[in-house]
């Protein structure tokens, strides 16, 4: 594959040739969350839907709602 771009031969291996994977810009973030939502936004209870500034290294699916209790969701 010439300078890795995935444009090399065509072959009779699955895959061969062509450029595969997530390796592309295709994905989700590193949470697994909505497609690199980045440190800063809010969290919101799916309940009554008071909203808490996102804590870094905290996902929101761990926080609980300061109203509520219940456990709060990453705002999109």
Not at 59 to 75: L, V, W, Y
């Amino acid at each position: 594959m010439p300078r890795g771009n995935g444009t090399g031969p065509t072959g009779q291996g699955p895959g061969t040739g062509r450029g595969m994977g997530r390796g592309q810009g295709q994905g989700r973030g590193r949470m697994g969350g909505p497609f690199a939502a980045g440190p800063g936004g809010n969290c919101v209870c799916p309940n009554c839907g008071k909203k808490a500034p996102h804590i870094v290294g905290a996902p929101c699916n761990k926080q609980s709602c300061p109203e509520c209790g219940t456990i709060m969701n990453r705002a999109t």
